[in-house]
């Protein structure tokens, strides 16, 4: 009878410590649910309000192409919201990096482009290891240019390599900015990533 006893407490035991589990587990999800959603409605608000800004992203689709001494590597990002930025609107580009190694710790938070990617006694040739983008139609298009390297995704001087950066992109409309009586020019010159930030989400 005792062992009955002992076996039935161990299965109430049991179960509802498999209940209490699969709750925490449930609310774990319903809590990851909401942050995502919660996201994806801030993110839409600043869409249709005239301000986009994209997730942190890494890519893996660089295209190398030589150019005499150099070699170019190119990432297109398809953003179809740049076109929204057309005729006084702005685009903003950043990156950041994970590295640890003191020399490139002002890249471990967002760094807007164009940036030299090496400090300037890193740089043997002038416009080398240099992060711009462009914009193409509906895409953004980053580039990295570097002396002329055989690597097909070269390491970075860090030990970082270029899928392991991270991209971040925003952009403006003019009647966006016309509204908080503010210039493309201004904001790129002046306003910190934090500033653009608090700009777009308030």
């Not at 940036?115 to 953004?140: D, K």
Request: proline letters at 4%; aromatic letters at 10%.
């Amino acid at each position: 009878m005792k062992q009955w006893i002992t076996l039935l407490a161990a299965t109430a035991l049991f179960t509802a410590c498999s209940k209490q589990s699969l709750q925490d587990e449930l609310q774990q999800e319903n809590l990851s649910l909401q942050k995502e959603t919660s996201s994806a409605t801030l993110a839409m608000r600043s869409t249709q309000s005239g301000a986009y800004v994209s997730g942190w992203e890494q890519f893996n689709n660089w295209i190398k192409t030589d150019d005499g001494t150099a070699s170019v590597f190119t990432s297109t990002v398809k953003t179809p919201e740049v076109a929204a930025a057309a005729n006084g609107g702005l685009v903003l580009g950043y990156a950041k990096s994970g590295s640890t190694d003191q020399l490139y710790q002002h890249l471990t938070t967002p760094t807007m482009l164009p940036f030299y990617y090496v400090p300037a006694s890193g740089r043997p040739l002038p416009g080398n290891y240099y992060f711009s983008e462009v914009i193409a139609g509906e895409n953004i298009v980053l580039q990295y240019r570097m002396p002329f390297t055989k690597a097909e995704i070269p390491t970075l001087l860090d030990g970082n390599s270029l899928q392991s950066l991270q991209f971040q992109h925003v952009v403006l409309t003019k009647e966006f900015l016309d509204s908080r009586g503010l210039t493309a020019d201004a904001v790129r010159k002046y306003y910190t990533y934090d500033q653009v930030m608090t700009l777009v989400n308030p």
